[in-house]
């Protein structure tokens, strides 16, 4: 059974940082992302990832976030540095499955940004 796991959310002052993490139980996956989505408000793109190595990133957080993968480990992290209160959010973990092209997602993360 195919499985995105994500790990790494919790609560964070202004201005710190948090890295998340998303293991897939296999197959290869590409791209794989992150996605957010605050209460009240719809799911949005964070950050992909290509397994080339072709990042995106949404405009609200360029500059503050990268995204890496490690396809050793078939993991793709998230590390977000100067998080901000309006960064709050379920974090989800996304990806397709390169055979068949069918997009998975994990379970989400929670993360609060407040002091």
């Known amino acids: 059974q195919v499985q995105l796991v994500e790990s790494g959310g919790g609560l964070v002052q202004p201005g710190g940082s948090l890295r998340l993490s998303c293991v897939a139980s296999r197959g290869t996956f590409s791209p794989m992302g992150w996605y957010r989505q605050a209460p009240g408000k719809e799911r949005e793109l964070v950050a992909t990832?290509?397994?080339?190595?072709?990042?995106n990133f949404a405009e609200p957080v360029e500059g503050r976030f990268t995204i890496s993968k490690d396809n050793a480990k078939n993991t793709v992290y998230l590390q977000m540095n100067s998080l901000k209160p309006e960064d709050t959010a379920v974090y989800y973990c996304?990806?397709?499955?390169?055979?068949?092209?069918?997009?998975?997602w994990g379970q989400g993360t929670q993360v609060t940004v407040s002091s």
């Open positions: 996304n990806g397709r499955l390169v055979w068949t092209q069918k997009d998975y």
């Open positions: 990832i290509t397994s080339s190595g072709e990042t």
